[in-house]
């Protein structure tokens, strides 16, 4: 039997999985910022999604629609 896996922002999904595609699409929209952005967080401080959010709020525009703003 599968074991199905928790979409982003599950209570209890504490861990960002990169190597999972739908997992990573998941939080950075959860997060509003692109999917490499998510894979560069999690290198900067680790797959803990509150870690990672975290850092993401610190960075200059995180977002989506502010990166489009800026360019």
Do not use: Y
């Not at 999985?17 to 997992?23: F, H, I, S």
């Amino acid at each position: 039997m599968s074991q199905a896996i928790p979409a982003a922002g599950d209570p209890g999904t504490q861990r960002i999985d990169v190597q999972q595609a739908q997992a990573l699409r998941d939080w950075a929209k959860k997060f509003d910022v692109t999917p490499e952005q998510i894979k560069e967080a999690v290198d900067a401080v680790g797959d803990s999604a509150p870690d990672v959010e975290q850092h993401l709020k610190g960075s200059k525009a995180t977002s989506n629609s502010e990166q489009a703003a800026s360019k």
